[in-house]
């Protein structure tokens, strides 16, 4: 009975301050709502591409900047995975790195669930793939 009594006081002798403090702190809390729902969304969009010739990564980063990057499997010289953080070895998400062979960029895409499994896969395709094509002998 007294919590009650204590908590009809405060509320009855409140000021215009203390309302100010809900309101601003109300601001706070949607906002931060609001970007943990943009930032799912934004994950959520990003994905990968394995196809029998290539592969593709389409990495969003915000709403309104993506960046896609494609590579055919005899491109691939390495494909390798850096995990941070106990959560990320717990649930087995990680970074997925795959080295390309000559100019093109490196690819990249970041919290990939079973991130080692895919690295196995794509560790294979790759080395399939430069191993059915034949290097060329030059003539003497």
């Not at 196995?120 to 003539?139: F, G, I, M, Q, W």
């Amino acid at each position: 009975m007294g919590l009650i009594a204590g908590l009809m006081t405060i509320f009855y002798y409140q000021s215009a301050l203390t309302l100010t403090l809900y309101v601003v702190l109300s601001v706070v809390l949607v906002t931060v709502l609001a970007a943990t729902v943009v930032t799912g969304y934004v994950y959520r969009l990003s994905f990968m591409a394995i196809t029998d010739s290539q592969l593709e990564f389409t990495n969003w980063y915000t709403l309104f900047y993506d960046s896609q990057s494609v590579c055919e499997w005899r491109n691939i010289e390495d494909v390798n995975v850096k995990r941070g953080g106990i959560f990320a070895q717990i649930l087995g998400f990680g970074t997925l790195l795959v080295q390309t062979a000559g100019t093109q960029n490196n690819l990249t895409m970041t919290m990939v669930p079973k991130v080692e499994a895919l690295r196995n896969e794509l560790a294979s395709r790759a080395d399939a793939a430069t191993a059915k094509v034949p290097y060329p002998v030059e003539p003497y």
